[in-house]
């Protein structure tokens, strides 16, 4: 369907900040709504961010005020921009894109992930 590439993690400071990307590939018109996943070790990924499929953006409690998704559809890419990081941030960031099966259901596809430390 799609392919997804994640970039841009790496080692931070607390009160820090990163941009990640997100490069989709592949049969982009198929795409219903993208959205950004964390997974700490030994915690459930959860959802950080993403786009309804009417355009409006969302976000966890946990990073409302700290984190922003955007995209830049001509480049098929998707952005988180990260402020103010703390240590609890730190996970593997995914991205989802969710796109149209066969019988008209939500498939799920995945990036492989790209880490984000947040330490001093």
């Known amino acids: 369907q799609v392919q997804l590439v994640e970039s841009g993690g790496g080692l931070v400071q607390p009160g820090g900040s990163l941009r990640l990307s997100c490069a989709a590939s592949g049969r982009i018109l198929s795409i219903n709504t993208m959205a950004w996943y964390r997974q700490a070790p030994g915690k459930q990924r959860e959802l950080v961010a993403f786009?309804?499929?009417?355009?409006?953006?969302h976000y966890a409690d946990s990073v409302q005020g700290r984190f922003i998704i955007s995209r830049d559809n001509a480049k098929a890419t998707m952005f988180l921009q990260m402020n103010n990081l703390k240590p609890e941030d730190t996970a593997v960031y995914y991205c989802?894109?969710?796109?149209?099966?066969?019988?008209?259901?939500?498939?799920?596809?995945w990036g492989q992930g790209t880490q984000v430390t947040v330490s001093s």
């Open positions: 786009f309804s499929r009417g355009g409006s953006t």
């Open positions: 989802m894109a969710e796109t149209a099966g066969a019988n008209n259901e939500g498939l799920n596809n």
